[in-house]
């Protein structure tokens, strides 16, 4: 993870030593729970002063507790107080707590046994509609979000070279925009923020080297993007597409979510036929322009929704 400078007048914290370790792990419900209680009054004394080592050993008891919760309402408590935890730190701390939560799951992910997946991707699920609701708290602020994103390409879930733990990163790519969605229609942000956001996940289809994980970007994430902000999506694309330093498949994926996202299309053209594909784009992006479609997009309107103050799963 990256590295935090300290003042040498900042005190240092002792995770080692806080004593709340054995007791998130124990057998005994009662007692994680007391152990959780002591967690998140150390966080929002010590928080300040955390590094991100003490961030890594903290979540992995964190993600020891949640391993040993059984029950479905037991697991779905835990689950949103975990996620809740992001509001436990100092804002300047955040994006290193979201950082070492999503190294943690990731390191992890491939021992997580079939029994175990389901509750651990409600946890994923959880923890990133939270994040999203904490920026959207903070007015989309764009220093916040580059933060993040940092955190995201450079830790992970959506660093370019990952291989560890890729099906995590594809959960992360396939549950995103329902999750964005959902703070969106509390308040909305402006199309140069939602492009920000989804910069982390541009940056994974250009230079990721796993089909799947690009396959899930495009297909589950671009195509369901909102149908006032799909013309910056698709020019976006238009532009990787013409990237002749790129592979062939990977450029006619992007032309294809296109097509697909304009309902010119309904199933991926053969990687062979990409010039084919390319031209179709091109001659409904040129009718597009003439009819004036893109100098008179909408901005993005919202419907409050006063019932969605809390984290949900969607």
Request: contains cysteine.
């Amino acid at each position: 993870m990256p590295k935090k400078t300290k003042s040498e007048n900042v005190p240092e914290v002792d995770v080692e030593n806080a004593k709340f370790g054995k007791k998130l792990a124990h057998t005994d419900k009662k007692v994680r729970d007391k152990g959780l209680k002591i967690v998140l009054s150390w966080l929002k004394k010590n928080g300040d002063n955390m590094d991100p080592i003490d961030m890594m050993k903290l979540w992995k008891s964190l993600w020891y507790a949640y391993w040993m919760s059984d029950k479905p309402l037991i697991q779905r408590e835990l689950a949103i107080n975990l996620a809740l935890t992001i509001n436990s730190l100092p804002d300047h701390q955040v994006p290193l707590w979201i950082a070492a939560f999503w190294e943690t799951q990731q390191s992890s992910w491939e021992s997580i046994d079939r029994h175990r997946i389901d509750k651990y991707l409600m946890l994923a699920r959880l923890f990133l509609a939270e994040t999203l609701k904490f920026i959207r708290e903070r007015d989309w602020n764009s220093e916040l979000i580059k933060d993040i994103n940092e955190m995201y390409t450079d830790v992970s879930p959506l660093v370019p070279g990952v291989g560890k733990g890729v099906g995590l990163s594809i959960q992360f790519a396939s549950m995103w925009i329902t999750e964005f969605k959902a703070q969106y229609e509390i308040k909305e942000c402006s199309k140069k923020i939602f492009m920000q956001l989804l910069e982390p996940f541009f940056q994974m289809v250009v230079k990721g080297t796993v089909p799947t994980l690009t396959d899930a970007i495009c297909n589950k994430l671009f195509q369901e993007v909102p149908e006032n902000i799909s013309l910056n999506v698709q020019m976006k694309l238009m532009e990787l597409s013409g990237d002749k330093k790129l592979h062939h498949e990977k450029r006619t994926l992007f032309t294809d979510t296109v097509l697909i996202m304009r309902g010119e299309k309904k199933e991926a053209i053969h990687p062979c036929l990409g010039k084919r594909s390319r031209d179709q784009v091109d001659q409904s992006w040129e009718r597009t322009k003439k009819k004036g479609k893109v100098e008179k997009e909408k901005p993005f309107t919202v419907v409050p929704n006063k019932g969605k103050n809390t984290t949900e799963i969607h």
